[in-house]
């Protein structure tokens, strides 16, 4: 098969693009749909710290990759790695070595920041501990948090993470799903400033999971794919199988689940107070939407090792 754009052979198909490209314009697309992303999601940015967040994976890896080559000729810019160390045997010390590669390749700063000291535990002790809860329910909450914590303490004006396209469209499906659309308005990227969040953008949601890991490999960028030993036990398999056979039969799934998230929270914005108005929880301060986070409930829950109710 030919790239559709030059006699190169192709690398790649796109059926929601209705195309094949070979490795040069793969690329050259990737770098294009990024940068777009970037205008839209940083429109104006008159410099400070960009926080990246690197796990050590493709995506992530991919992101930071192309964040850096986008703020190359930005002397006002700084740039800072952040990696979350969760704690899990066998999975995270090899993604950490690939992040630090990563970083030093990049010639960034890298900061871990690890759950043992900031939670009090790691995602192995709380999935031994609350072993009738899905572990990525508290490890992705408390991941968010302290990457968050992390970008804050750098100082970052915004935080770059390595969402794909089909990790948003799986949460657009999961808050459908789940009838969570007040969580609409949270998902990255986000349009304002909330008090103690640093926004997060996600520039890579233009990129398909399988062209991000292309990306990775043909760039030759340090990372690790191994899977979690947790991850079997996440409800985000079954949004992705669905998902991946959603887009199977009906190419551009993952782009409409994106337009829909994108008019919800249109609408939402209309209704007052629709985004549901961001407080801070009672006992780290950090964001809440209610009186108490949920990294807190889940710690707490870790003390008594009882099973939530965990607000949302
Ligand atoms: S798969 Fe789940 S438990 Fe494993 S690192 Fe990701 S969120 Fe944490
Ligand atoms: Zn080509
Ligand atoms: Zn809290």
């Known amino acids: 098969m030919e790239c559709g754009r030059c006699d190169a052979p192709a690398i790649v ?3 929601y693009a209705g195309d094949h490209l070979c490795e040069r314009h793969l690329r050259r697309s990737i770098e294009e749909r990024f940068r777009r992303a970037m205008h839209r999601q940083l429109p104006r940015f008159p410099g400070g710290t960009v926080a990246l967040a690197i796990s050590g994976g493709k995506d992530s890896a991919t992101a930071a990759t192309l964040a850096t080559a986008y703020f190359r000729r930005r002397p006002n810019v700084r740039l800072v ?8 045997a066998g999975y995270r010390p090899p993604a950490i070595r690939a992040a630090a590669a990563l970083a030093d390749r990049l010639g960034v ?16 002790e709380a999935a031994r501990r609350l072993d009738r809860v899905a572990p990525c329910s508290f490890c992705g909450v408390w991941r968010r948090q302290l990457l968050n914590r992390g970008a804050r303490d750098e100082g970052a004006d915004v935080l770059v993470l390595g969402f794909n396209l089909d990790d948003l469209a799986q949460t657009v499906l999961m808050n459908l799903a789940r009838a969570e659309i007040a969580r609409m308005p949270r998902m990255a990227p986000h349009r304002e400033r909330r008090p103690g969040l640093v926004p997060r953008i996600a520039p890579l949601g233009d990129v398909p999971e399988r062209e991000a890991f292309l990306y990775a490999r043909l760039a030759g960028l340090p990372f ?3 899977e979690c030993p947790h991850a079997g036990r996440a409800a985000r398999n079954v949004f992705r199988d669905v998902l991946w056979r959603l887009e199977g039969e009906i190419p551009g799934t993952r782009q409409a689940l994106l337009r829909t998230h994108g008019a919800i929270v249109a609408l939402l914005g209309e209704t007052a107070g629709g985004a549901g108005a961001p407080g801070t929880c009672v006992d780290c301060g950090e964001p809440a939407t209610g009186t108490r986070c949920r990294g807190c409930a889940y710690r707490e829950a870790l003390k008594t090792s ?3 109710p965990v607000p949302s």
């Open 306 to 308: 009882v099973d939530l």
């Open 13 to 15: 198909d796109r059926p």
């Open 81 to 88: 790695a952040l990696t979350v160390d969760e704690g899990i």
């Open 224 to 226: 690790d794919h191994s």
């Open 109 to 124: 700063a890298h900061r871990i920041v690890r759950a043992a000291d900031a939670i009090g535990a790691t995602t192995d």
